[in-house]
């Protein structure tokens, strides 16, 4: 079964930092680009970050460039999310999600999200 | 403020149809594919329309996607309870070089 299972969420205090993981089953890891995508509460979904199969490239929203970095270990099949700086405003659920495959553009195998809290 | 613009909410009759719109620009919708999403919040995203008008498998055909210009529309027809979610639009945005989505249009079958 194709699966992504999101985790390292938490209650973290303004200014700190925590690492999400996304573990990837069931498919061919290293083939996909994948993503990250948040929704706080009330609002609708944000898209985050991308990350090429092979780490090459990289994409992020501007406003979170600098506070959050996305990396991939295609050895563990991991997608992690590095978040440093953490303001109110980044409590949210966040999703890892796998990009369609090479022929095709969507987000076609998300994870339930693991949530992020952060107060003090 | 989201880059694409969707209604906030839309509504109908169980076995009615219902569209939903997205609304972008030449670097976002105008030049790239658009997808569709179903979200029922606390769940893990569907993905319910790829490459504009394409179907996954096991995605009913009661869901239709198209796009014309710098808009894409979304189609339900034969609505059921079970289709009360939110369901978002999503593309490339080539100037900003970053996924973009619609703010979210949440569905009532009355």
């Known amino acids: 079964e194709v699966q992504l299972v999101e985790s390292g969420g938490g209650l973290v205090k303004p200014g700190g930092s925590l690492r999400l993981s996304c573990a990837a089953s069931?498919?061919?890891?290293?083939?996909?680009?994948m993503n990250w995508v948040r929704q706080a509460p009330g609002r609708g979904l944000e898209w985050v970050s991308s990350?090429?199969?092979?780490?090459?490239?990289?994409y992020s929203a501007d406003s979170l460039k600098g506070r959050f970095t996305i990396s991939r270990d295609n050895a563990k099949n991991s997608l992690y999310l590095q978040m440093h700086s953490l303001r109110a405003e980044d409590t949210a659920v966040y999703h890892c999600?796998?990009?369609?495959?090479?022929?095709?553009?969507?987000?076609?195998?998300w994870g339930q999200g693991t949530t992020v809290t952060v107060s003090s | 403020q989201s880059v694409l613009t969707q209604p906030p909410s839309v509504s109908a009759a169980p076995g009615q149809k219902v569209t939903i719109s997205c609304s972008g620009s030449s670097f976002n919708i105008g030049n790239n594919f658009v997808s569709w999403y179903q979200y029922f919040p606390g769940t893990a995203p569907k993905l319910l329309i790829y490459d504009n008008n394409k179907r996954p498998s096991g995605i009913p055909d009661r869901f239709s996607g198209s796009k014309s210009g710098t808009s894409a529309t979304l189609g339900i027809t034969g609505l059921q309870t079970g289709d009360e979610a939110d369901y978002y639009c999503g593309t490339w945005d080539s100037s900003l070089s970053t996924g973009v989505f619609g703010g979210g249009t949440k569905l009532t079958v009355l």
């Open positions: 999600a796998r990009d369609c495959d090479t022929s095709c553009s969507g987000l076609d195998v």
């Open positions: 990350i090429t199969s092979s780490g090459s490239y990289i």
């Open positions: 069931g498919f061919t890891f290293s083939s996909y680009s």
